[in-house]
């Protein structure tokens, strides 16, 4: 995740890519993304096992900043959000009528409660490593 176009990135992992960036965006979780203001999914990578995803972050916070940013523009060269919302109304607590989409994963946020419709992904057998 990314605060902006080469600004503060954050990595990590989750079973519920979904989920979790559903809360980084609307600063759910207190911490460093909510601080730094990290709200874009600019890259992520889908992996079998919870024990090769830590690895995999583990790795990626390893390496020089100007790596991870080259592997970032390799796949998004615009920095483009891949959290794409398929309204044109401000994301924030108060709008909870807005629908999200995330590449295979559609969220509807009605009501502030969160619904995932994954055509077959099952966040619990899947794992990503995200910057």
């Known amino acids: 995740m990314a605060s902006k176009k080469n ?3 954050y990595i990590g992992v989750t079973s519920d ?3 979790r960036i559903y809360e980084h965006k609307l600063d759910l979780i207190d911490g460093f993304t909510k601080k730094y203001a990290v709200h874009l999914l600019v890259y992520y990578e889908t992996i079998e096992s919870a024990e090769i995803a830590i690895s995999r972050e583990k790795q990626l916070k390893a390496w020089k900043r100007d790596w991870k940013i080259q592997l970032i523009e ?3 060269p615009k920095w483009e959000d891949l959290y794409i919302r398929s309204q044109n109304t401000p994301l924030s607590g108060d709008e909870c009528e807005s629908e999200y989409i995330l590449s295979r994963a559609e969220i509807s946020a009605r ?6 419709n994954t055509e077959g992904f099952q966040p619990s057998e899947v794992y990503e490593t995200l910057i």
């Open 7 to 9: 600004g503060t990135l």
């Open 111 to 116: 009501s502030c409660k969160l619904k995932v």
């Open 17 to 19: 890519l979904v989920k």
């Open 74 to 76: 390799k796949e998004n």
